[in-house]
């Protein structure tokens, strides 16, 4: 076995794919592999006797099955209604002026949906949420930062980007299950989490204003919520979707700002639910546009 080798655990039925990142030696004297989850955002370690490789493997059809697809998919159709809707509405308004067919591109969307800085301890994970926001339409900015100094580097960010959605993430775990899962040190990445939260807030303490994604794998959520999250895994500890924060994102960035967007709708549009992902109330920032027939009309 070594670094970057894809592997499965046998004592847990090969249920997750996962990735060596490291190796360490343990209180046994015993080596031990340090795994990062394919489709998941957990670390996790296991003895080296326990694994398993995996052969054939890619990274985007992993994170992007079937029913990822599906949600995926409803998203750009109705993106797509939206857009077709609004156009229609927008031509009767300009007084049946007909624009050319340059115009009419530029028409094909009347409106922005909200900016997006994505902060990612995974590289490999940033960038085929990068490529899905694209996808959506979502203008998006990303920035591969390692979980521990996510918090130092985000306020630059946020002055450079001026986001109005951060997502802040990476991986996660329950270091003792057996242990506190009130007490912040029983987790992996959850207190840098929290910190980067904090910087953000100090940068802009409005949840109306800029709306925050924080956390992954078996998180603390109520501690994230409480440093200023508006949304946070995991609520019952459990695993996340690798893309679970894009795909609440999708949902706030694509809703009219106008609209305080139904907490269960925007849980329901996610792989793991509402026993991933939590949050409070948050307006969308979708904002629409005037379309150039309307200026051309004068």
Same mark, same amino acid.
């Given at each position: 076995m070594?670094?970057?080798?894809?592997v499965?655990?046998?004592?847990?039925?090969?249920?997750?794919?996962?990735?060596?990142?490291?190796f360490?030696?343990?209180?046994?004297?015993?080596?031990?592999?340090?795994?990062?989850?394919?489709?998941?955002?957990?670390?996790?370690?296991s003895g080296?006797?326990?694994?398993?490789?995996?052969?054939?493997?890619?990274?985007?059809?992993?994170?992007?099955?079937?029913?990822?697809?599906?949600?995926?998919?409803?998203?750009?159709?109705?993106?797509?209604?939206?857009?077709?809707?609004?156009?229609?509405?927008?031509?009767?308004?300009?007084?049946?002026?007909?624009?050319?067919?340059?115009?009419?591109?530029?028409?094909?969307?009347?409106?922005?949906?909200?900016?997006?800085?994505?902060?990612?301890? &995974?590289?490999?994970?940033?960038?085929?949420?990068?490529d899905v926001? !694209?996808?959506? *339409? #979502?203008?998006? @900015? /990303?920035?591969?930062i390692?979980?521990?100094?996510?918090?130092?580097?985000?306020?630059?960010?946020?002055?450079?980007?001026?986001p109005?959605?951060?997502?802040?993430?990476g991986?996660?775990?329950?270091?003792?299950?057996?242990?506190?899962?009130?007490?912040?040190?029983?987790?992996?990445?959850?207190?840098?989490?929290?910190?980067?939260?904090?910087?953000?807030?100090?940068?802009?303490?409005?949840?109306?204003?800029?709306?925050?994604?924080?956390?992954?794998?078996?998180?603390?959520?109520?501690?994230?919520?409480?440093?200023?999250?508006?949304?946070?895994?995991?609520?019952?500890?459990?695993?996340?979707?690798?893309?679970?924060?894009?795909?609440?994102?999708?949902?706030?960035?694509?809703?009219?700002? &106008?609209?305080?967007?139904?907490?269960?709708?925007?849980?329901?549009? !996610?792989?793991? *639910? #509402?026993?991933? @992902? /939590?949050?409070?109330?948050?307006?969308?920032?979708?904002?629409?546009?005037?379309?150039?027939?309307?200026?051309?009309?004068y």
């Amino acid at each position: 076995m070594k670094i970057g080798d894809i592997v499965v655990r046998k004592s847990y039925d090969k249920d997750i794919i996962f990735r060596i990142i490291g190796f360490e030696i343990d209180e046994n004297y015993q080596k031990i592999a340090i795994l990062k989850g394919v489709a998941f955002r957990i670390i996790a370690d296991s003895g080296i006797d326990d694994l398993e490789k995996v052969n054939s493997y890619d990274a985007k059809d992993t994170l992007i099955d079937k029913d990822v697809e599906n949600i995926l998919h409803k998203s750009i159709k109705k993106t797509r209604e939206r857009n077709r809707r609004l156009n229609r509405a927008m031509q009767k308004s300009s007084n049946n002026n007909k624009p050319s067919q340059a115009q009419n591109q530029v028409q094909n969307s009347y409106g922005m949906p909200g900016k997006v800085l994505h902060i990612d301890g &995974d590289p490999e994970y940033l960038k085929i949420c990068l490529d899905v926001y !694209t996808k959506l *339409g #979502i203008p998006a @900015v /990303g920035k591969a930062i390692p979980e521990g100094l996510q918090y130092k580097e985000v306020r630059s960010l946020l002055e450079q980007h001026n986001p109005s959605i951060l997502v802040i993430t990476g991986h996660d775990a329950i270091v003792n299950s057996k242990g506190n899962l009130k007490d912040i040190k029983n987790y992996r990445n959850t207190a840098n989490f929290i910190k980067t939260v904090k910087e953000a807030r100090k940068y802009d303490p409005s949840l109306d204003s800029l709306v925050i994604f924080a956390g992954a794998c078996q998180s603390n959520y109520e501690e994230i919520i409480k440093s200023g999250a508006n949304f946070a895994s995991s609520p019952s500890r459990v695993m996340i979707h690798a893309l679970d924060p894009l795909l609440v994102v999708e949902k706030i960035a694509c809703s009219r700002i &106008d609209k305080v967007v139904p907490l269960e709708e925007i849980l329901n549009h !996610t792989v793991t *639910g #509402i026993k991933g @992902v /939590g949050g409070i109330e948050t307006r969308g920032k979708f904002r629409l546009t005037m379309p150039l027939s309307i200026y051309n009309s004068y």
